[in-house]
């Protein structure tokens, strides 16, 4: 009965800490905004309220239009009228009610035109009715008489949208040839707009096993019929279709291409209707999520609320929505069969200023957009999105500074970096001459001052252990330029565990640098929220589950290597991460989005020599041909896989097992 | 060796068993000094038990002479009423006689024939019960149904006893008995089950009873409204159109058990519903075992032409038990009756009194009847205001729990300056989030957090604030624990219905009842210390529970026991405040926040009115949603201006987004500096009504669309016009 919305289950890692709040007039739904740059969804406050509920004695809304002057149409698909119903709720007329030949049967679809004139898909009698202003009867539109029209096509038209030239776009119940369009004169011109049919991995999969007579008993698979469909003030044209799969919402110009581009919105698997109101803005309604979604002008998902629910006693809360429509001040309405109702909300005053200010965002509008961005923040310093639009605007203020700081709140790489990069080219304008200096100066320094430290060192009589210490530390270097012959060095001595643990912690210190300093274009996210242990294991397993499949293999496939060989050797193949985190860490930090290249170069460069140390550490360790080491990693490489999804398994089974021991502790001790 | 050691093992032994004695005698006197005081230093009197007699003695059968047309009989009358009934249906006249109008149990013989609905549902419109019985043994087990005054197993019996006239019902097959006993009163009708009148002896048991459903039952189109108690209080009318719904208003007296509450539906937080007909209406005030009666509104059209409310006497609850942890719950309801006595009184009203405000009006008195309101508040020259101020929280960062401070005390002090040399004359502060590391653990709150300056800073703080003349309450939760207190859930938790203990959803669960009183003691010594003036008690004012040990603790004893920590917190510091303010908290707090303002938006709600307000404004100071935490700032505070509440805020000295990773995290804008200037005007605005501080409001209506009009004591008027967002204070003379 309850669906819980899949963005509850997103907020889950807000619930957590959504202790009990105090009780007050709360809304029987939550509004949720969709982080873009994140990716979360989390709780803000209304952006919309209920605010009419509009009975009139409606038998069956089914579907609902809105017209230019603010009108809404409302099929009563049971009472064979449409309704008529002004801005403030009242009755303005009915329509199709009376005897005669404008009497409707069943319809299903309504579309008022910019004149006034009402196009009704009077699906009972399968037929297009068309009526005056007033509600005059004017004429009719039959099926259409052409060749073109599948022979089999039934003309039971339930949804219908109709452009500035008069041309009808009809969609039919269940028809996967899309919209139908019928020109003024009621001649067709073509299906418009069909969906695409999925083409799925395992209907691929399918193809390629089954038989002819098994695929014929397969679920055909077929293009999805279109739900419902609107049209914008700019012409596009918007169909819904529900199912799973992208391409739910598509935003259609007149020659019956995507605009969208097939693109996955968020919240559309079960959409019932879509909407669009004057600025583009996209308001989808969803029963599988349960939720009234806005979407900006591009798809992208940005508020969330309502609810669905068919035992609903509550204002905000529907029963069996059917249709919605948005008016000029930005009322969504919504039609609802369940509770023959129309349920009406209204923005709050925040919502006004959030919506507009991202619809200015969205225009590009940025500097317009301050004022509404700046009273968002007053009324809610969580909004990430703020920060965004503030961002914006300091970048055409000039303001960099303030800009790097609202984009890094908001999580924005490509706003950041563009802040960054004027950022680093003013400071390096001033500080050009005296960076080069510094840098001559170090090198110079580095030179001179490395051979006097030799020196110095060389003159000293150091104790014999921290000699070998040294020298071990020294190799490392020398793994790194001549690995055969470091590796061949490193088998024939062992070297101190000291050693081994320091080039170990080293790895982990780099790693831990490399979680909470890398440059914030490379990891944009809230350093304190980062779980450091599960990080590091992440980073540990794989050199751990390396070296114990290394030594199974290999002992297995004759390699001479011993276990100590084995660590000692992938110890050292550490050696290009240990030289080149640093220089990665400090580079990231400098560089923007468009040079983001050199540092993934460098970060390639660094993994395919970490790859070449453990292959040929393997080669050397075990003694083997060339060929065979190939074959050997990748048995190993087979065997770490292998290793993995044993331990997944067997983490997942006793996970089991440990949650029956919980339960079984919980019934004990809560129960007796 | 063993010889030799032999002489020093007694004294070795000796030593050990003297470290011992010591070591337990420190932890003795540890614990004993850390012992929780026990609700017993409260000194509450005890409980009332079912005590209602029940009549059993020579039935009474009235004559036939003395019937009239439709065959009621006269059995009761006093100088204003005079009670027929009917010897067969049972159904009852109440005649007000300075009125001149008769209330009917159910809807007259003649006027149901165009009645569409049949079977079941039209004998309970013609019954003034409706018991509800489940099966307790075989295929009948936990199945659900029906019987009212037409089923053909029933016995009445008529009994008059020395104040009323009991009729019993016995359904002979189910053997099941229940007596309801009638009285008239000063003004109007009490009606009684006595819980020793129940007898359950087959196999049946009795789920829930309605008693006069259709009283004062009214068609469609009719001039009146139903009153329910969804928020400050709300109207049916008779004359809407109406959604489709599949349910009518259907609510428990505050709030539901435990385990099912309602997202966002604000619990009943007064015991009374009413009807308006024409020139006359009621309004009924459950008083015995309300906590576990149900007020039931059916819109007409859902289960008959009527409109219809009553109360509805749950006498077990229904749950899903778990068998096993991979088959499905099933559906069972408790075994055990709740063993208690029933009562609703209905005070009929007519004339002028006969609306919200006259029904409001009459619940006032009953509060006071029971000397529960208090006095009257005294005069003030300038409204307080409630400002809250969030010290800080905790949050998770790195991996551990980690303090946030949002406002240190010596901020709080500035802040609060700041305020008052902006011409804001009386604060109320309540501080919260001052618990060491965060508010969650519910076992350690001292010392107060050293990131706030720990508890010099707060004793600091508190003494300025007196220095300024303002009280300083702290806010404290001693209902909910969070599961990382070192307290265990097993022995302290409140249990649910399937006897485990209850958690919620974010895994906390709910403290016993004395256990809360403990913890509140204990705060309230060590807060008494450092000066402070009283606690803003968390949930004491919105909550109640029935903890289902094996014997369970009732939803009354829960509220005598917070009523007694509330009674206590005034006694001991000054002052206690709560949220919602649920009526059994009234005349044990001096201010309620969050007040119920709004409406629950319900459908079958048609109209908010300020039922709860009326009876409490001039006794009880009470506040809206904090000013910046509306959803609509302009009209949320015209609403507690027309309502007449309090000015309120909830503020934090930095930026609120710090707090955005705790629990805090809803409260989403907070920063003093954005908000300073807003509560200036605001609390000029508010101002403007100080004179009506300690005013009763007796009239309140609508005038137009969108503007109301409220009326005082002293002939004061608040006319508030949401249309073009503006408010009027007219003053009404001297006072």
């Keep these: ?672 | 060796m063993a010889e030799r050691s032999l002489p020093i093992r007694p004294r070795t032994i000796g030593i050990l068993f003297a470290a011992l004695l010591v070591v337990l005698g420190f932890v003795s006197i540890l614990s004993g000094g850390e012992a929780l005081p026990t609700p017993k230093e409260l000194n509450l009197p005890p409980l009332r038990t079912a005590a209602m007699p029940d009549y059993e003695g020579q039935p009474w059968q009235p004559g036939a002479a003395e019937a009239d047309a439709e065959g009621f009989v006269p059995a009761l009358e006093n100088g204003k009423f005079a009670l027929r009934i009917h010897p067969q249906t049972t159904q009852i006249i109440v005649a007000d006689k300075a009125g001149g109008y008769d209330w009917r149990s159910n809807p007259p013989e003649a006027s149901l024939k165009d009645e569409t609905v049949k079977g079941l549902l039209l004998s309970n419109l013609k019954s003034p019960i409706v018991l509800e019985y489940v099966g307790t043994q075989g295929d009948d087990r936990s199945r659900r149904d029906q019987l009212n005054a037409s089923s053909k197993e029933l016995r009445t019996t008529l009994t008059r006893y020395d104040r009323g006239i009991q009729v019993t019902y016995a359904f002979e097959k189910k053997r099941i008995r229940v007596v309801v006993q009638y009285e008239l009163t000063e003004l109007g009708l009490l009606v009684r089950v006595p819980d020793q009148g129940i007898r359950e002896d087959g196999e049946y048991a009795l789920y829930s009873f309605d008693v006069l459903p259709y009283f004062g039952a009214a068609k469609a189109g009719e001039d009146g409204y139903l009153f329910v108690p969804d928020g400050p209080g709300g109207l049916i009318n008779f004359n809407a159109s109406r959604s489709s719904l599949s349910q009518g208003y259907v609510q428990q007296i505050y709030g539901p058990e435990i385990s099912r509450k309602e997202r966002g539906q604000q619990p009943i937080a007064f015991p009374a519903f009413g009807v308006k007909r024409g020139d006359h209406a009621y309004v009924a005030v459950v008083e015995n075992g309300k906590e576990e009666t149900d007020i039931k509104a059916m819109p007409a059209g859902l289960k008959s032409s009527y409109y219809n409310v009553g109360a509805s006497f749950k006498y077990r609850e229904e749950y899903l038990r778990r068998t096993g942890r991979l088959q499905n719950p099933v559906k069972a309801v408790e075994t055990d009756r709740m063993k208690l006595d029933r009562s609703v009184e209905y005070r009929l009203l007519s004339g002028s009194k006969a609306d919200y405000v006259g029904m409001a009006e009459s619940y006032r008195s009953r509060l006071q009847e029971d000397g529960r309101l208090g006095s009257k508040l005294a005069p003030v020259d300038h409204v307080p205001l409630n400002l809250g101020i969030i010290g800080g929280n905790s949050e998770e960062a790195y991996s551990r729990d980690r303090y946030v401070a949002a406002t240190t005390f010596a901020q709080a002090a500035d802040m609060v300056k700041e305020l008052k040399n902006g011409g804001v004359d009386r604060i109320r502060i309540i501080y919260s989030g001052w618990q060491d590391g965060g508010d969650f653990n519910a076992t350690k709150r001292f010392p107060i957090e050293s990131k706030l300056g720990g508890k010099k800073a707060a004793q600091a703080f508190v003494d300025e604030m007196h220095r300024l003349g303002f009280p300083v309450l702290f806010e404290d939760n001693f209902v909910y624990v969070d599961v990382r207190s070192a307290v265990s859930a097993k022995s302290n938790g409140a249990r649910g219905i399937d006897g485990t203990v209850f958690f919620t959803s974010w895994n906390d669960f709910l403290l016993k009842p004395s256990l809360t009183v403990g913890y509140g003691l204990e705060t309230a010594g060590k807060l008494k210390e450092i000066g402070v003036d009283g606690i803003h008690f968390n949930w004491l004012g919105e909550t109640t529970f029935r903890d289902y040990e094996r014997a369970p603790t009732e939803r009354a004893e829960t509220e005598r026991l917070y009523r007694g920590l509330l009674d206590y917190a005034r006694k001991e510091l000054g002052q206690a405040g709560v949220y919602q303010g649920n009526d059994f908290t009234i005349g044990a707090v001096d201010y309620i926040a969050d007040f119920p303002l709004y409406s629950n938006y319900n459908l079958i709600v048609d109209e908010s009115v300020p039922f709860y307000p009326i009876a409490l404004h001039g006794y009880v100071p009470y506040y809206g949603a904090p000013g910046n935490v509306r959803n609509d700032y302009e009209r949320e505070f015209l609403k507690a201006i027309e309502y007449g509440a309090l000015p309120s805020f909830v503020l934090t000295h930095d930026p609120a987004r710090k707090l955005k990773n705790t629990p805090s995290s809803y409260i989403y804008s907070s920063r003093f500096d954005e908000w300073k200037e807003r509560i200036r005007t605001e609390y000029r605005d508010f101002d403007r009504l100080s004179k009506l501080y300690d005013q009763a409001i007796v009239d309140h209506r609508k005038i137009a669309d969108d503007v109301f009009v409220t009326v005082y004591e002293n002939g004061a008027t608040v006319t508030v016009d949401y249309g073009r967002n503006t408010f009027a204070v007219q003053d009404g003379g001297s006072r």
């Excluded at chain 1, 319809?107 to 009715?129: K, L, M, Q, S, W």
């Excluded at chain 1, 049209?231 to 169909?239: E, K, M, N, Q, V």
């Excluded at chain 1, 090198?443 to 070998?468: D, H, N, S, T």
């Excluded at chain 1, 001595?493 to 909470?516: C, D, E, F, M, Q």
Aim: hydrophobic share 45%.
């Design chain 1, 1 to 672: 009965m309850w669906k819980r919305m899949a963005v509850l289950v997103l907020a889950t890692a807000f619930l957590f800490v959504s202790a009990p709040l105090p009780a007050s007039a709360e809304l029987p739904y939550r509004t949720y905004f969709n982080d873009a740059n994140s990716g979360d969804w989390s709780r803000i406050q209304a952006v919309y309220v209920p605010d009419r509920t509009i009975s009139l004695s409606l038998e069956e809304p089914v579907d609902l239009f809105i017209g230019d002057d603010d009108d809404a149409y409302v099929v009563d698909r049971a009472a064979n009228r449409i309704v008529v119903i002004r801005r403030d709720g009242t009755l303005r007329r009915t329509i199709g009610d009376a005897e005669g030949p404008g009497a409707l049967k069943a319809p299903e679809g309504v579309f008022a035109a910019f004149d006034g004139t009402v196009y009704v898909a009077d699906t009972g009698n399968e037929r297009i009715a068309v009526y005056s202003r007033e509600g005059r009867w004017i004429r009719e539109y039959k099926k259409p008489d052409s060749s073109y029209l599948p022979a089999d096509t039934y003309f039971v038209p339930s949804k219908i949208v109709v452009d500035k030239r008069g041309v009808m776009y009809i969609g039919i119940s269940g028809s996967e040839l899309g919209l139908l369009r019928v020109d003024p004169d009621g001649r067709f011109t073509g299906a418009f707009g069909s969906n695409k049919a999925e083409q799925s991995y395992s209907n691929w999969l399918k193809h390629l096993i089954l038989n002819k007579e098994q695929l014929e008993k397969e679920v055909a698979n077929r293009p999805r019929a279109i739900t419902n469909a609107t049209i914008g003030s700019d012409g596009f044209i918007y169909t819904a279709s529900a199912g799973r799969g992208s391409g739910n919402i598509r935003k259609l110009n007149p020659g019956g291409f995507d605009t969208f581009r097939n693109k996955a919105l968020q919240n559309t698997e079960g959409i019932v209707d879509v909407a669009v109101d004057r600025e583009g803005f996209l308001y989808g309604i969803d029963s599988h999520n349960a939720a009234l979604t806005l979407y900006d002008p591009l798809g992208n998902a940005l508020f969330a609320f309502g609810d669905i629910d068919s035992e609903s006693v509550r204002k905000g809360v529907f029963g069996f929505p059917t249709s919605l429509a948005v008016n000029s001040a930005f009322e969504i309405w919504v039609a609802d069969s369940k509770l023959k109702n129309i349920q009406t909300f209204k923005r709050t005053p925040f919502g006004e200023n959030v919506l507009t200010a991202i619809m200015l965002f969205a225009k590009g509008d940025y500097e317009k957009s301050k004022p509404y961005w700046e009273s968002v923040s007053a009324q809610n310093e969580m909004f990430n999105m703020t920060f965004q639009g503030l961002g914006k605007v300091d970048l055409e203020e000039k303001e960099y500074a303030e800009a790097i700081e609202n984009f890094k709140t908001a999580y924005d790489v490509d706003g950041y970096s563009q802040a960054f990069w004027e950022v680093r080219y003013a400071w390096l304008q001033r500080h050009l001459a005296a960076l080069f200096a510094v840098v001559a100066a170090a090198c110079l320094g580095i030179k001179y001052g490395y051979k006097a430290a030799r020196r110095r060192v060389r003159a000293r009589a150091w104790p014999p252990r921290l000699v070998r210490y040294f020298l071990e530390l020294k190799d490392i270097g020398y793994v790194l330029i001549h690995p055969y012959h470091a590796f061949y060095k490193l088998k024939e001595r062992t070297v101190s565990w000291p050693v081994i643990v320091a080039i170990l912690l080293a790895a982990v210190g780099y790693k831990v640098l490399a979680i909470y300093f890398t440059g914030f274009v490379f990891n944009p996210v809230d350093t304190s929220q980062i779980n450091l242990p599960n990080k590091l294991i992440f980073f540990a397993v794989p050199w751990l589950t390396w070296i114990i499949a290394n030594y199974l293999v290999c002992s297995v496939r004759g390699g001479e290597g011993r276990f100590r060989e084995v660590v000692q050797s992938s110890t050292y193949a550490l050696a290009p991460y240990l030289v080149f985190s640093l220089p990665l860490l400090l580079l990231s930090n400098i560089v923007v989005l468009e040079e983001r290249v050199l540092v993934d170069a460098l970060h390639q460069a660094m993994l395919i020599w970490l790859l070449c140390l453990f292959f040929v550490s393997m080669q050397v360790i075990h003694n083997f041909e060339f060929v065979e080491t190939i074959r050997n990693s990748l048995i190993t490489a087979f065997a770490i896989g292998i290793i993995w999804f044993f331990a997944f398994i067997v983490s997942g089974l006793t996970f089991n097992l440990y949650d029956f021991f919980i339960q079984l502790y919980r019934e004990a001790i809560y129960f007796g």
